[in-house]
């Protein structure tokens, strides 16, 4: 899965190379063999900063979790304060391509030689604590941040909050976008349950805005913050959006706080029905920034959002892929990110839809299959991952949901397939899972 960037700095092939199989082969690592590899305890991380000098509490920071839209969040929150001059480290999960995807700053994937060296150098501790493949990624993120002097990091949770690796530090900002349901074998089986896992990233005084409200939900977080002192704000209730047109490529609406307009014609190459409601969530909190010490322009809001892909390297989420037939793929996985995928999906012209599928085999797939067009050509396949789910196996039980198609041994088969088989005015969509996003972006 790993793809190497002439325009970064590189060492020797192999040298890198090595450095990753020993992460991801002798360290456990959730997309790889799932929640073996989940630890709700903070022992290990808190271990790791001791050991480094505490890196976490060198820079400060805006902690962001939830259950959807963490990623996009955080890269247009990275690319606003990059436009301001700051010097922006940015931490999220998982990679498509290049596991320096991860940790950036101002764009650029962090350095092959830093990751080398910080394996090397602590290889000892890593054996004897046996810290998981996230806590060293995180430990790595926070030290890489501290030693280049970062203004602001931007760092996204993993699958949680309260026990997630990135939660011993305490940020300027939290952030939770949302809540839906999406592993709950880790975090629980109803809404509030999962939303006290989230909520576990609010801290004592810390502001925290939360990105839609939820009946279930908001009281949870109403609660904590209520507790730990902190103030909270919704964004979907302070702002609202108006006159919204979506393109393929572009944004665009307008945004009211009560009768005060905010911005007109606001653009970002934030995309997807989806960016809405995180777009809120962003402007929500850049107008927060300015009271804790963090000065914010508008003007360069504006100018940030228009060109969020370039400026922090945000790929996997409704890109685009190739035109006539337009081939698109987003990463969404569970039952809340595919409603949104299908009701865009359902806002684009075209003449037929091919829809190249691919999903891991711990997932509860029925309320995802459920939601899916029945009127498209299925392409099932399995990702490269070994918890990858069977094609036929995939094939069997969307059969169940009326979702007719075939069965092909890889991602890239199935996609070809699909190109051979659309005609120049239909649509591809490609998902399912991270995973199968990983092998075509």
């Known amino acids: ?24 082969s002798k360290l456990p690592m959730y997309q790889r063999i799932g929640r073996q590899a989940f630890k709700k305890d903070l022992t290990n991380i808190i271990a790791l900063c001791e050991h480094l000098g505490k ?3 060198a820079f400060k920071s805006i902690h962001i979790a939830g259950t959807n839209g963490k990623g996009s969040t955080a890269h247009g929150l990275a690319a606003i304060l990059q436009a301001h001059g700051l010097k922006v480290g940015l ?18 994937l962090i350095p092959e030689e830093e990751v080398v060296n910080f394996v090397e150098e602590n290889k000892l501790l890593f054996d004897e604590i046996k810290p998981s ?15 280049q002097q970062v203004d602001i990091a931007i760092i996204e949770t993993g699958l949680g909050g309260r026990l997630d690796s ?23 089986n109803d809404l509030p349950t999962i939303a006290k896992e989230k909520a576990g990233i609010i801290k004592q005084g810390v502001p925290v805005v939360i990105g839609e409200t939820n009946e279930e939900t908001a009281p949870v977080f109403i609660a904590k913050a209520k507790a730990e002192q902190a103030q909270i704000y919704f964004a979907d209730q302070d702002l609202r959006a108006e006159n919204v047109v979506q393109t393929l490529r572009e944004t665009s ?19 997807g029905t989806y960016q809405q409601k995180n777009l809120l969530t962003i402007l929500r909190a850049m107008d927060i920034l300015p009271d804790i010490g963090v000065p914010i322009r508008r003007c360069l809001i504006k100018e940030a959002l228009a060109g969020v892909r370039q400026s922090v390297r945000f790929i996997g ?17 569970n039952p809340a990110g595919i409603a949104h995928i299908v009701e865009q999906l359902e806002a684009l012209t075209h003449d037929h839809l091919h829809m190249v599928i691919g999903a891991v085999n711990d997932k509860d797939l029925s309320k995802i299959l459920v939601q899916l067009p029945k009127n498209a050509t299925y392409y099932f396949c399995k ?25 092909y041994e890889s991602v890239d088969d199935a996609l070809e397939n699909a190109k051979r088989a659309a005609r120049k005015n239909d649509l591809i969509f490609v998902g399912g899972s991270t995973f199968v996003v990983a092998e075509v972006v």
């Open 1 to 24: 899965m790993e793809s190497l960037n002439e325009h970064d700095q590189k060492m020797s092939p192999m040298t890198y190379r090595s450095t990753l199989r020993y992460l991801f």
């Open 55 to 57: 890196p976490h509490k």
């Open 91 to 108: 931490y999220t999960s998982p990679h498509y391509k290049d596991f320096r995807e991860r940790i950036k700053i101002n764009g650029s």
């Open 133 to 147: 493949f996230f806590e060293i990624t995180v430990a790595l993120a926070f030290h890489y941040f501290a030693q």
């Open 166 to 188: 990135t939660n011993i530090i305490t940020p300027l900002l939290s952030v939770i976008t949302n809540i839906s349901f999406d592993h709950m074998e880790l975090l629980g």
């Open 253 to 271: 609406l307008d945004v009211f706080a009560e009768d005060l307009q905010l911005y007109k014609s606001l653009k970002s190459d934030l995309t």
């Open 317 to 333: 989420r409704w890109q685009i892929l190739q035109n006539e037939p337009l081939v698109v793929a987003d990463s969404a996985h």
């Open 383 to 407: 990702p490269e991952v070994p918890r990858g789910l069977p094609a036929a196996a995939l094939g069997n039980l969307a059969a169940k949901y009326d979702l007719e198609g075939s069965v």
